[in-house]
C-alpha cells in the first residue's frame, strides 16, 4: 500500500513586465499575496522569477513555524510558475 498524502501546496507565478518581475499568490477569494522586483541584470530570467517568488514566501504571513522554501518550478509562454511547502513537511517528502 502506498502512503498518500493529501495536502494542497501554495502555487506561485511570476510575470514580468516593463522591467520588473511580479509574484502573485491567490489565497482564496478575500486574499491574494503580491510581490514585485525589478530585474536583476546580472541574473538569468529564471533566477529573476526564483528570487521575487522567494521574496515573496519570506513576507507572507500564512503559518508555519519552521518558514517556507520553494521545492518546484515550470514555465509556459507567459509565466513562472513555483510550488512552495513549509520546510518542515519537505523534509517528509
Known amino acids: ?25 491567490k489565497r482564496n477569494n478575500e486574499k491574494t499575496y503580491r510581490k514585485n522586483k525589478p530585474t536583476d541584470f546580472e541574473l538569468s530570467e529564471f533566477m529573476n522569477a526564483r528570487t521575487v517568488a522567494e521574496d515573496l514566501i519570506n513576507s507572507w504571513d500564512l503559518v508555519s513555524n519552521d518558514g517556507w ?25
Open 1 to 25: 500500500m502506498t502512503h498518500q498524502i493529501n495536502y494542497s501546496l501554495p502555487c506561485i507565478s511570476v510575470t514580468y513586465k516593463n522591467g520588473t518581475y511580479k509574484a502573485t499568490h
Open 69 to 93: 522554501e520553494l521545492i518546484g518550478s515550470g514555465h509556459d509562454a507567459d509565466k513562472w510558475y513555483f510550488i512552495a511547502t513549509t520546510k518542515q513537511f519537505s523534509k517528509e517528502l
